[in-house]
T-cell receptor
């Protein structure tokens, strides 16, 4: 039973390029969450998605950032025209359906470095 | 906005000493979760507390949820070097379906 799979583990992009981060939730999990973590900081919520739906994107920057969770395939966090300040670890988490909140299972993260 | 404050930011202990980290929210929480993140790793879910005044134990770890459901603590008895990492609390306010608010974490180092 594979856990939450994120790729790539490390991603280096030059300023102005696009970054695409992928997340495959655990089998049976239909809820996906993206969090950003700066060095020595906590995790900051970005977006919550279910299949083909964005449920809560209150933590997403208004520009350059977008997320999707298509019917088929992984969830994608896309950052256009990256800047140095986008350098961070991006973690994806998933949870099973149901109103009762359960602990999230996190992936290993993607460490994005913008040079 | 909703915020979860966590203290201390860092804690250095001698192996065998106890350790406690505290979380506080200005508003009532629906539930609170605790996670551990090893250096270079990802957060790993430890436990969820839901009821007012709830206390749960996992071996040397004791988790408490305050009576007013605004604060929580994690206490580790007789720390070991394997306890090293950052401990995060994460509050759920119930209104948002998926927005867990994380504290900034307490980074624990244990000197053998």
């Amino acid at each position: 039973n594979a856990g939450v799979m994120q790729n790539p583990r490390h991603l280096v992009r030059r300023r102005g390029q696009e970054a695409r981060l992928r997340c495959s939730p655990m089998k049976g999990h239909s809820h996906v969450y993206w969090y950003r973590q700066l060095p020595e900081e906590g995790l900051k919520f970005m977006v919550y998605l279910q299949k083909e739906n964005i449920i809560d994107e209150s933590g997403m920057p208004k520009e350059r950032f977008s997320a999707e969770f298509p019917k088929e395939g992984p969830s994608i966090l896309r950052i256009q025209q990256v800047v140095r300040g986008d350098s961070a670890a991006y973690f994806c988490a998933s949870s099973p359906p149901g109103r009762e909140k359960r602990g999230y299972t996190f992936g290993s993260g993607t460490r994005l470095t913008v040079v | 906005g909703q915020q979860v404050m966590q203290i201390p930011q860092y804690q250095h202990v001698q192996e065998g000493e106890d350790f406690t980290t505290y979380c506080n929210s200005s508003t009532t929480l629906s539930n609170i979760q605790w996670y551990k993140q090893r250096p270079g790793g990802h957060p790993v879910f430890l436990i969820q507390l839901v009821k007012s005044g709830e206390v749960k134990k996992q071996k040397r770890l004791t988790f408490q949820f305050g009576e007013a459901k605004k604060n929580s603590s994690l206490h580790i008895t007789a720390t070991q070097t394997t306890d090293v990492g950052t401990y995060f609390c994460a509050g759920n306010y119930g209104g948002s379906q998926g927005n867990l608010i994380f504290g900034k974490g307490t980074k624990l180092s244990v000197k053998p």
